[in-house]
């Protein structure tokens, strides 16, 4: 199975439904460590995104991924929304066609950097990126082990969602939650969880 242009137009409206699904949580989450608006900032911009997809004639998963990447970066607030943006926005620059699951891995390992790059976070820092980290690993090495994307994406959602439940015991370094110091602790990450929630969407739509 390759990632195509239709793949990517189901991931992205899967993990639109699943943060809609989620968005309480997401808020209640937000509420205890930041601002408490993850979730519906999250929601505001998916919903943005399928207006946008509505009246796309994508001509390959890149255009598909581009195009919610600067939809998230127009309409979500907060600094979810420039991460998620250009995370998308660098999987849509290194997916221009169809790709076999290595191309895939590629493509998030570029979107992990444009994470990065933005926030300055590192792995412990209790952030997207201690999800979205080891799920790239965990899609890499499935990979490596001769998986098919289906499997893969399955080993990177499991892997996302062990990371963001593994930021319950750290001291937030990044965001609004670093101004908590240690009250910070004994919290799931907001963004790690809903990092989660779009790895699980890509889960779900390759093994469907």
């Known amino acids: 199975m390759d990632f195509d242009t239709r793949l990517a137009e189901a991931w992205v409206r899967a993990a639109a439904a699943a943060v809609g699904e989620e968005q309480e949580r997401l808020t209640e989450l937000d509420s205890a460590i930041g601002d408490g608006d993850h979730g519906s900032n999250m929601q505001r911009g998916f919903t943005a995104v399928l207006a946008a997809l509505d009246g796309l004639d994508p001509a390959g998963p890149g255009a598909v991924l581009t195009r919610t990447g600067t939809t998230l970066i127009s309409k979500v607030g907060g600094a979810a929304g420039p991460l998620y943006g250009k995370a998308f926005r660098a999987l849509g620059a290194a997916l221009p066609g169809p790709a076999d699951p290595a191309g895939v891995g590629d493509a ?27 799920a790239l690993a965990a899609f890499r090495a499935a990979v490596a082990a001769g998986a098919d994307l289906p499997r893969a994406a399955a080993a990177a959602a499991d892997a996302a969602e062990q990371g963001a439940r593994d930021t ?38 390759t093994a469907s």
């Open 108 to 134: 998030l390992a570029a979107g992990l950097q444009a994470v990065r790059d933005l926030g300055k976070a590192e792995p412990g820092d209790k952030t997207i990126v201690d999800a979205y980290t080891p």
């Open 168 to 205: 319950v015991p750290l001291q937030a370094r990044k965001g609004r939650a670093s101004y908590l110091g240690p009250r910070s602790v004994g919290h799931q990450d907001p963004g790690a969880t809903s990092t989660a929630l779009l790895f699980r969407a890509l889960a779900d739509v």
